[in-house]
C-alpha cells in the first residue's frame, strides 16, 4: 500500500509515493539517491545512519517514512549545503576523527545532535551534576556518543573532535 509522503531532506522538499514499509534510510538512499546516511546494521545499533529529524538525533533505519510526513531531514551533506564545513565537519577534519570513513556521516550527525542537547543543558547517564551545565568531559562524550559504532575504532579522535567543536578543551 502506498501513501504519500512529504520530506524536506537537506534543504530540497521532495514530495512522492512510498510504500507505508519504507524506511527513511531507504527513501534517502534508494528513491532520493542521498547516500549519505548509511546503511550498517538495519536495526538501529551502530548509528551509521544517524540524520537530523526535525533537529533532533535520530536513527534513520528505525524511522517509517510515513510516520515522519512533513519533517525536515538533515543528513551530514546537508550541514555544509554553501559548500563550507559544519564546525563539527571541520572539527573531524582537525581531529583526525575517522579512518574508513563509514560511519563518519553518522557520528557527525550524531555530535550535532549532541552538542545542541549539550546547549539545552539536557544531562545524561555520564552527567555529574544535573542541577549545573553540562560539561564536554571525555566522559560525557563518549556516553552521549555511545550509539554511534566505529569498525575502525577511531573513538580516540572522536571523542576530541567532538569537544573541539562543542568550545571544550580536549
Not at 50 to 57: A, E, P, Y
Not at 72 to 94: K, M, R, Y
Request: proline share 4%; glycine share 10%.
Amino acid at each position: 500500500m502506498d501513501a504519500e509522503v512529504t520530506l524536506t531532506v537537506d534543504g530540497t522538499r521532495h514530495q512522492l509515493p512510498v510504500d507505508t514499509r519504507t524506511t527513511l534510510l531507504d527513501l534517502m538512499r534508494e528513491r532520493l539517491g542521498n547516500t549519505s546516511p548509511k546503511k550498517g546494521c538495519d536495526h538501529g545499533q551502530c548509528g551509521a545512519c544517524t540524520v537530523l529529524l526535525d533537529g533532533q538525533r535520530q536513527l534513520s533505519c528505525l524511522a517509517l517514512a510515513v510516520a515522519h510526513d512533513g519533517a525536515e531531514v538533515v543528513t551530514a551533506d546537508g550541514l555544509a549545503p554553501a559548500g563550507e564545513l559544519h564546525p563539527v565537519q571541520q572539527a573531524f577534519l582537525d581531529s583526525d576523527a575517522f579512518q574508513c570513513g563509514y560511519c563518519t556521516p553518522g557520528q557527525i550527525c550524531s555530535a550535532v545532535g549532541v552538542l545542541d542537547e549539550v546547549s539545552r543543558g539536557w544531562p545524561s547517564h555520564a552527567t555529574a551534576d544535573l542541577t549545573g551545565d553540562v560539561e564536554l568531559s571525555h566522559d560525557e562524550v563518549a556516553e552521549r556518543m555511545s550509539g554511534n559504532l566505529c569498525r575502525c575504532a577511531a573513538y580516540v579522535n572522536i571523542v576530541p573532535a567532538v569537544q573541539q567543536a562543542g568550545g571544550a578543551q580536549a
